[in-house]
């Protein structure tokens, strides 16, 4: 079964409006998990890593203000995409290694993000 | 910045043809993964080499790290519909942390 789960799968939302992206590890804890972005025919691009319990590592020209990312616990971070624009229609994915940070990754089913 | 190219950049094949796709890191990696996502799909993992020059077996996969650890291949022997995806290679800069660069994929068409 699935090991991350990653809510919601998919999410139309308006221009200038918030939305939020949950990603939990089910079966063990993760201090580090991973928040990446795919266009359409792309590859995975490195958004932030999520530290539990400090802030998170951002990728140069990630926007820390426009993705907030929140590692409440060892169990649960979130994406939280603000005033959202058209431009930021992506699908993001989560990911949690499967053991030390630098082990591989298991992923979420990803969240399909449309900004109309 | 670390960069990490993959070719050919889509493959169509025969079922029963075998198919190759190759990884370029632009940095020495201290390991290489691949990863498959299916269509419409999450990607998931297949496969770490952390030696140079190791070879794995994955029943018709076959997974080849480089001397130099900078390339890596993946080989599917006799492709099958099921093998229908993308795959990427990632890899982890030496002495660059944890963060994993995801290759540009290679899609792979299985045509009966």
């Known amino acids: 079964g699935a090991v991350v789960s990653q809510h919601p799968s998919r999410v139309i939302c308006k221009s200038g409006t918030s939305v939020k992206i949950e990603c939990r590890s089910l079966?063990?804890?993760?201090?580090?998990m991973f928040w990446y972005r795919q266009f359409p025919k792309q590859s995975l691009m490195l958004m932030a890593t999520s530290n539990e319990g400090s802030k998170a590592t951002y990728e140069q020209g990630v926007e820390k203000d426009k993705f907030l990312i929140n590692h409440a616990s060892l169990t649960l971070s979130t994406l939280t995409v603000t005033s959202a624009h058209p431009e930021d229609s992506s699908f993001y994915i989560c990911?949690?290694?499967?053991?030390?940070?630098?082990?591989?990754?298991?992923f979420g089913n990803g969240t399909r993000l449309t900004v109309t | 910045g670390q960069q990490v190219m993959q070719i050919p950049q889509y493959q169509h094949v025969q079922e029963g043809e075998d198919f190759t796709t190759y990884c370029n890191s632009s940095t020495t990696l201290s390991n290489i993964q691949w990863y498959k996502q299916r269509p419409g799909g999450h990607p998931v993992f297949l496969i770490q080499l952390v030696k140079s020059g190791e070879v794995k077996k994955q029943k018709r996969l076959t997974f080849q790290f480089g001397e130099a650890k900078k390339n890596s291949s993946l080989h599917i022997t006799a492709t099958q519909t099921t093998d229908v995806g993308t795959y990427f290679c990632?890899?982890?800069?030496?002495?660059?942390?944890?963060?994993?660069?995801f290759g540009t994929g290679t899609q792979l068409k299985v045509e009966l």
């Open positions: 990632a890899g982890r800069e030496a002495g660059g942390g944890n963060k994993l660069t």
């Open positions: 079966d063990f804890q993760a201090t580090t």
């Open positions: 990911s949690v290694p499967q053991g030390a940070p630098n082990s591989p990754l298991h």
